[in-house]
């Protein structure tokens, strides 16, 4: 017994082990990502984010609002006094630090240890505690002085208007923060009456309902931007996981194919050895080189023993050549080749076959045909593989067609055309598959390996040319091999040397002698 390797008992190498770890990994963030897709609380699961989207806008902005509460403490007092408007000042500084220092604490802590409902019920409150706070300086303006209305609706949109803006992503917030000033303005005109306070209420709770369709505009805008994200993310796993069992298949796929060569080669290496002793042998007794056998059945036995060793031989040589092109082994001995002559030797090999079965074959080559650089084994062996084919599959008494000419693009083809049964155009991708045969060949007392087209096209498409099988039933078939002008040798012209430079006064070649016929004809 042989020993088993790493790959046979299961063992994996380190980079496979990290390729699975990768794979795990990318279907944990896939699997997390998806999670986030459904909600338990009407939103889509990005609860996490968006009160994160709210700290650090409250947080960013932090100076900007101290700037405010300032600018809006100074105005009070000039209604309230230096000390209501100081310590209101005081009071709403202080609630707007505990507000920051909450959103800061909030940011540092690990997300997978956040009570999202605890924290955002704390800064709904944080929140309404700020605007309850921006409400009482509304409150003791108008009870210093009832005239100040310009002066309280100026506070109240600018309140509204910021909250709208920094707390978008947490809508209740927001209305927790802008409700109690909009609230106390509000009432405030409506209880002094007259049209004109009416219209400003009014004018007040408008503002304010825009205001808040603004909000919840910038956070459907935000939502969609998370959802669009964690689909990006969720396609990237998704990307990634599908990238990585590519790999592994691949990987598996090279694995087999370099299993499946080696076992190739010892096995023809097996084979080739008892066929050499079979062929020969058989030959000997087929054909009565020791003299004639005793019953004349035994010279029909050698025979076909011989037919089909030699049968058994060329199935082992065309594996063997199919598998070293699929394995990217078979390499292209190129040279200049003359495709006509080729095509014109494989026709004399296979006329003898042609003719006991009463099949013409015509040849229609285009004269003085440039060589191609190419390989001269492998174009023979399409055009062998070609012309068997046709001469397979036509009927006794039928026509085959030779071509060879010019392309329009300035390369080189080959034709084999037959005038057959033909191919069903359902049956022409099998046809040209490994072992794929269609009903004719099935039907057909000699049937074949299923490798020569194949093996045709995969040489012509190592060549860089192109391979077309045209086919209808009843009318035959046709295959086109094809070769790029690249490969078509063309003749170059005679080499003329350069004449040496001309020194100064010195006449040119031909010159002095055209002189002299001038002054002998004058």
């Not at 709403?92 to 009570?115: D, M, S």
């Amino acid at each position: 017994m042989t020993a088993m390797t790493s790959e046979e008992l299961g063992i994996s190498t380190p980079a496979e082990k990290a390729a699975a770890a990768r794979r795990r990994d990318a279907s944990k963030r896939v699997r997390w990502v998806r999670d986030k897709l459904t909600s338990t609380s009407g939103t889509p699961a990005f609860d996490y984010e968006l009160l994160r989207q709210f700290a650090q806008n409250r947080q960013s902005a932090s100076v900007a609002i101290l700037l405010l509460i300032a600018t809006v403490g100074f105005l009070s007092g000039l209604w309230t006094g230096v000390v209501l408007a100081g310590a209101w000042t005081l009071a709403v500084t202080g609630i707007h630090t505990i507000v920051t220092a909450q959103c800061r604490k909030f940011l540092n802590e690990a997300p997978g240890r956040v009570n999202i409902a605890r924290w955002r019920a704390r800064l709904v409150i944080l929140d309404l505690c700020f605007g309850i706070a921006w409400m009482s300086n509304v409150v003791a303006v108008v009870r210093v002085d009832e005239g100040a209305s310009t002066f309280i609706l100026f506070v109240m949109l600018l309140v509204v208007a910021v909250s709208s803006m920094l707390a978008s992503s947490l809508p209740l917030a927001m209305f927790a923060a802008t409700a109690p000033v909009t609230i106390a303005v509000a009432l405030d005109f409506a209880l002094r009456g007259g049209m004109h306070n009416f219209i400003l209420a009014a004018m007040t709770v408008t503002a304010q309902a825009y205001f808040t369709m603004l909000a919840r505009r910038l956070y459907s805008t935000t939502l969609a931007t998370l959802e669009a994200r964690a689909e990006k993310d969720a396609l990237i796993g998704e990307l990634e996981q599908a990238k990585s069992i590519s790999d592994e298949a691949r990987r598996r796929a090279e694995s087999a194919n370099v299993s499946k060569s080696r076992f190739l080669a010892q096995m023809s290496h097996e084979l080739r050895t008892p066929l050499n002793a079979i062929l020969g042998f058989s030959e000997v007794m087929k054909s009565e080189v020791f003299g004639p056998h005793a019953v004349p059945t035994y010279k029909e036995y050698a025979s076909d023993i011989h037919n089909s060793g030699v049968h058994l031989l060329n199935l082992i040589n065309e594996i063997l050549d199919l598998s070293r092109i699929e394995a990217g082994r078979y390499e292209l001995n190129e040279e200049a080749v003359d495709l006509a002559q080729v095509v014109n030797d494989c026709h004399r090999l296979l006329q003898l076959r042609a003719h006991n079965r009463g099949i013409a074959i015509h040849e229609a080559f285009e004269p003085e045909l440039p060589r191609l650089w190419a390989d001269e084994r492998a174009c023979r062996q399409i055009c062998l593989n070609l012309l068997s084919n046709a001469i397979k599959f036509t009927p006794q008494g039928g026509e085959i067609w030779l071509k060879v000419g010019w392309t329009a693009a300035g390369g080189q083809y080959m034709s084999v055309k037959d005038n057959g049964p033909g191919i069903p155009d359902d049956e022409i991708p099998i046809v040209l598959a490994s072992f794929g045969q269609g009903t004719n060949a099935i039907k057909s007392a000699e049937q074949g390996t299923g490798l020569g087209l194949p093996i045709a096209k995969n040489l012509i498409d190592l060549h860089g040319g192109t391979f077309t099988l045209k086919s209808k039933l009843r009318f035959g078939t046709e295959v086109i091999v094809t070769f790029q002008p690249e490969r078509v040798m063309s003749a170059l012209g005679p080499f003329e040397e350069p004449s040496p430079p001309l020194q100064p006064g010195q006449d040119q070649p031909g010159m002095a002698r055209d002189r002299a016929r001038q002054r002998a004809a004058g």
